[in-house]
């Protein structure tokens, strides 16, 4: 939900107010001190003659930032508190031309919304809207994926699936004569393209860690679409990470972890996946609070996808209870959600079961769920593993609650082949 210019704007002079109020001109004796150099706004730094020295009082800058956080933009509550707390000190010294003129060379006492008049407010007011703080360049970050085949390309506004042949010029919007390794890794460092990438995936945010958060939700989505058994396979395929960010200011690049983990078998973008491709690009670009939580549940269940059943278990948890658990009811909710979308196979007595391992594991009975009493009762009774169960629950209550029916479940390749070695094992 966008906010109105004018609330924009009056959260700015607010925010104005909070900042100055920190800012000091003496150490009161709790401040933190800052000195800079600084000159008329928009001045490079070799142009910047003056030099003072503010204090902050740590508790009001702590207010400051943590107004602009709730009531800034929407990106910005997804930002650490101490680097937003960096960003607004920065602007404060990137900005101070017009609180200079009124405060150098003089005896002031107290803090500085006490004695900058209120048209500077309403200058620097402006300013911060106008900063990356409340109006961000969206940028656009490319992920190498490996175990991933795209047979038709995903464009959408808010993410993009691509084949390497599609990572274009005319697609980054950067100039033909810049050198371009679609096909590897980094795709604009030709004498450092080393690893070959199957697939990309571009992230619009406006800053780095949105752009990691919207890659959970997109990379859990896709975990949706595989079989379990094609989902917890994985091989020893060279698999290898890394993020390259497309700016105004130029290109980030860097090597890191894989985005995803090793497959047996390439997840796939196809035709019919550009349904729900769309839909989520939808939810993530939404500011509506369901569209809020069906995007946390992804990203649970992306940080489940690469671990050990038994530490995946909790996360798979906790993604059912993002997008159905009721703080007094959370038993009962998923149970209900469970039969709802089609797992009548589970009568209530082994939901129920189900559900009260979770509660030991997530209210500290046990630190793994393999040392919980009801594991082993939960396999004694109905001769399956509770944890692939959970799983099989989670990925159909997800799959129903937030993309509705769009997404599907692939076809398991290997359903066949394992029932006839299962049967051949009581022959």
Request: one cysteine or more; proline letters at 6%; a neutral charge.
């Amino acid at each position: 939900m966008h906010q109105d210019n004018d609330t924009t704007e009056a959260t700015c002079r607010q925010a104005i107010e909070y900042l100055l109020r920190s800012i000091s001109m003496k150490d009161g004796g709790g401040g933190l001190s800052c000195r800079f150099l600084f000159g008329h706004i928009g001045v490079s730094l070799f142009e910047r003659h003056l030099g003072t020295e503010i204090f902050y009082e740590a508790k009001e800058l702590t207010e400051a930032t943590l107004f602009v956080r709730q009531h800034g933009p929407a990106h910005l509550r997804q930002m650490e508190v101490r680097a937003l707390q960096s960003l607004l000190q920065r602007f404060i010294m990137d900005h101070f031309w017009p609180i200079g003129e009124r405060v150098m060379f003089q005896d002031v006492e107290g803090n500085l919304a006490d004695v900058v008049s209120r048209q500077v407010k309403n200058v620097l007011a402006g300013h911060l809207l106008a900063s990356p703080i409340f109006t961000p360049e969206i940028r656009l970050t490319l992920y190498p994926l490996v175990p991933v085949s795209v047979q038709e390309d995903f464009d959408g506004p808010e993410f993009s699936f691509l084949r390497p042949a599609s990572l274009t010029h005319a697609w980054l919007g950067v100039h033909p004569s810049i050198p371009l390794s679609p096909g590897h890794f980094s795709c604009v460092s030709i004498d450092r393209s080393r690893e070959p990438v199957a697939a990309w995936l571009g992230v619009r945010a406006p800053n780095f860690e949105m752009a990691e958060k919207r890659k959970a939700a997109i990379l859990g989505a896709l975990a949706l679409t595989l079989p379990r058994h094609e989902r917890k396979m994985f091989s020893g395929r060279h698999n290898f990470g890394g993020r390259c960010t497309f700016a105004r200011s130029g290109v980030t690049e860097s090597f890191g972890d894989p985005s995803m983990p090793p497959l047996m078998h390439n997840a796939t973008i196809k035709a019919y996946d550009q349904p729900w491709l769309a839909r989520l690009g939808e939810k993530l670009a939404s500011g509506d609070n369901t569209d809020a939580k069906h995007c946390r549940s992804l990203e649970y269940f992306y940080r489940a996808w690469p671990l050990k059943p038994n530490e995946s278990f909790p996360h798979i948890f906790m993604a059912m209870d993002s997008i159905l658990g009721d703080p007094g009811r959370a038993t009962q909710a998923i149970v209900e959600a469970a039969t709802k979308h089609g797992l009548q196979t589970f009568p209530y007595e082994r939901l129920r079961l189900l559900m009260s391992l979770r509660a030991t594991v997530i209210h500290g009975g046990a630190p793994d769920v393999h040392d919980a009493a009801k594991y082993q009762k939960y396999y004694a009774d109905y001769g399956a593993d509770p944890i692939v169960d959970v799983e099989m629950i989670a990925a159909q209550c997800l799959r129903a609650v937030i993309f509705e029916g769009l997404l599907q479940e692939r076809p398991d390749r290997h359903k066949d082949m394992r029932a006839a070695t299962e049967a051949s094992k009581h022959h």
